[in-house]
């Protein structure tokens, strides 16, 4: 008899057993009716309510395993929906621990932990030739069992296909969502560019992996790190020192699936698993060690100035031998041919792109002095790229941001629709791009919400009619900008309903990210100070300033806008004692940060002047 709270019967299964839950199912143990066999049966949370999203999510997991059939990966036996709609698949019963938690227990020896790894990679790497990149690894989705250890691997629930006659991906709309688990997420996954992953992303994920089966522990310090700092740790700390825990060419097998840049991880699990191979062997290793040159560039880019290039010649000198006199003939070498380098990309649309910021969905306060300057240097380098539309459009798109950001605002808004009009041409997805998005939040900046609106619901709609899955991150974003549209017309009560359907979005990401929670706390505090409900607005705006100056700083632009409507909203409810040494503070900041012409400087300065107008006119009554 099932347990009580469990369902008796999901189709031709009868459930005996609950075995998890996870964020996007339940597993139960249960037994098919024919053939009469034990099966691992998942079923969508959500039962027959489940929106698309996680619907398509679950449909895609099971194309995913149905391409697949080998002896390290979970077999799927059968897949279906019960008539009143809910969604279920069975899959080969899994015994066995988790791979962290055999870590833990298991006693044996290194060569029995990589040749178990081999079986981990070569299930991962016939994934991959059958175009399933897994793109969520971690220990917790392998369990092993026996003696000697055999190894499944589980939960494609994140799974890219690729079709084979393509180089597109089931994910082609994913553009800045993130989606895995943080501590094992590539660089480039967790910049959340679909363009960027294909099998590296699981060839980083496996090396972590090994690091920790070889090591015990993960190669970052990521066990103490706050949720905002993670992500930077990931993209710039460099894995804990393994030289003297390891011999040099499992130390070298291990860093090089661990490279933050994936032209210099291995091109795919395969040739990471052939390495291992090798080493177990006894034969040469494929992969090298970074280089004197390459490991002294990196120093030097990390540490600029004379007295960092002395500590880069002391490193150097006591690690490789050199002499002091080679060693200062090879800096001034890397010197001058970096600043050849730099010449040279100033004249380079990419390295321009790179210089005002890289592929961003928001806003990144960089200042320039001559808007205009730039806006001229985008006109010679768009005829130079007339030929390469995709790299115009992004030349484009982040020229216009950083143009936006310097106070030149109708500048920015042009650039950013000559970016999009290329993207109509070229981009089927051009509805739901950056470009796209970042238009629509300019004209609410601008005060064109009728324009705003249309662009906003047009993504809206397209999730709501088209069977294409687009991302919790991007729909919120929409939400959000198309509730702040809605508030500028008026139409307050549909506006608070968007933005907190927003809200719920960003929330229902695995690693919430701080800064979009305060732009839609910010947003609703807009809001509720158009309606005079202060104490509601100064509420919202101190939960946005709490979250911002945690991730960002006190003196981030970003934090001074939240800083900024704290003493707004005490302004105007009259509160003018509160309100101006808050004003002051952000008005200083602001102007040593952003001038004392940009929008935003001008605006907090405008806000302390109608509060000192106030108080003179009390003080008159």
Request: charged share 30%.
């Amino acid at each position: 008899m099932a347990a009580p709270n469990l369902p008796d019967r999901i189709g031709p299964f009868a459930i005996r057993a609950e075995l998890g839950r996870g964020a996007m199912g339940v597993v139960y143990e249960a037994e098919q009716d024919e053939p009469r066999r034990i099966v691992a049966l998942k079923v969508l949370r959500g039962g027959t309510v489940a929106d698309e999203t996680e619907l398509a999510l679950f449909r895609r997991e099971i194309r995913a395993l149905a391409r697949l059939g080998h002896p390290a990966i979970a077999t799927l036996y059968a897949s279906g929906r019960t008539p009143d709609g809910l969604s279920y698949f069975a899959m080969e019963r899994v015994d066995g621990l988790p791979l962290d938690a055999w870590m833990r227990v298991s006693k044996v020896d290194v060569r029995t932990r990589l040749r178990l790894f081999l079986q981990i990679a070569d299930a991962v790497a016939h994934a991959h030739g059958r175009g399933v990149f897994h793109r969520d690894l971690k220990p917790g989705n392998v369990v092993v069992d026996g003696e000697p250890p055999r190894a499944k691997v589980l939960d494609f629930g994140l799974a890219r296909i690729v079709d084979a006659d393509r180089a597109g991906a089931t994910s082609a709309t994913e553009f800045g969502t993130v989606r895995g688990t943080l501590e094992y997420m590539s660089p480039e996954q967790l910049l959340g560019d679909p363009d960027a992953l294909d099998g590296r992303v699981d060839v980083y994920a496996l090396g972590v992996i090994l690091y920790e089966m070889l090591l015990g522990e993960h190669p970052l310090d990521l066990r103490d790190a706050p949720a905002y700092d993670a992500p930077r740790r990931i993209l710039e700390q460099p894995p804990k020192s393994i030289a003297r825990r390891l011999d040099a060419d499992l130390s070298t097998i291990v860093l090089k699936a661990l490279e933050k840049d994936r032209e210099r991880r291995y091109s795919d699990v395969q040739a990471f698993a052939d390495d291992v191979k090798r080493y177990l062997a006894g034969e040469p290793i494929a992969a090298r060690p970074p280089s004197a040159t390459y490991q002294l560039r990196k120093l030097v880019v990390r540490h600029k100035g004379p007295f960092a290039a002395l500590a880069v010649g002391v490193v150097l000198l006591i690690g490789f031998g050199i002499s002091m006199a080679a060693l200062a003939s090879h800096l001034a070498d890397e010197r001058d041919r970096a600043n050849a380098e730099a010449e040279a990309a100033k004249a380079n649309a990419a390295a321009f792109t790179e210089v005002l910021g890289k592929r961003v969905t928001g806003f990144g306060y960089r200042r320039l002095d001559d808007p205009d300057g730039v806006a001229a240097t985008v006109d010679a380098i768009d005829a130079r790229w007339k030929g390469d539309p995709a790299r115009r459009a992004e030349l484009l798109r982040t020229a216009g941001m950083a143009v936006f950001d310097a106070g030149s605002r109708e500048a920015g808004i042009r650039l950013i629709e000559r970016a999009q009009g290329i993207e109509k041409e070229t981009n089927p997805n051009w509805m739901v791009s950056g470009t796209t998005q970042i238009l629509g939040e300019m004209y609410v900046q601008t005060g064109r919400p009728a324009d705003a609106e249309a662009l906003f619901r047009g993504i809206v709609e397209r999730q709501r009619t088209s069977s294409e899955l687009l991302p919790p991150r991007t729909i919120g974003y929409a939400e959000e900008n198309l509730g702040t549209a809605l508030r500028d017309l008026g139409r307050y009560d549909e506006a608070e309903s968007r933005l907190r359907r927003a809200l719920r979005l960003y929330e229902s990401e695995k690693f919430p990210n701080p800064e979009l929670l305060a732009s839609v706390h910010d947003s609703l505090g807009n809001l509720f100070l158009a309606r005079n409900e202060f104490a509601a607005a100064e509420r919202e705006h101190r939960d946005a300033l709490s979250l911002r100056e945690q991730a960002s700083g006190p003196d981030d632009p970003k934090t001074l806008r939240s800083e900024h409507l704290v003493g707004l909203v005490l302004a105007r409810e009259g509160l003018c004692a509160q309100a101006e040494p808050v004003l002051k503070r952000v008005l200083a900041k602001r102007e040593a940060i952003l001038g004392p012409a940009h929008p935003d400087t001008v605006a907090t300065r405008q806000a302390l002047a109608q509060c000192s107008t106030n108080e003179e006119n009390a003080l008159r009554r």
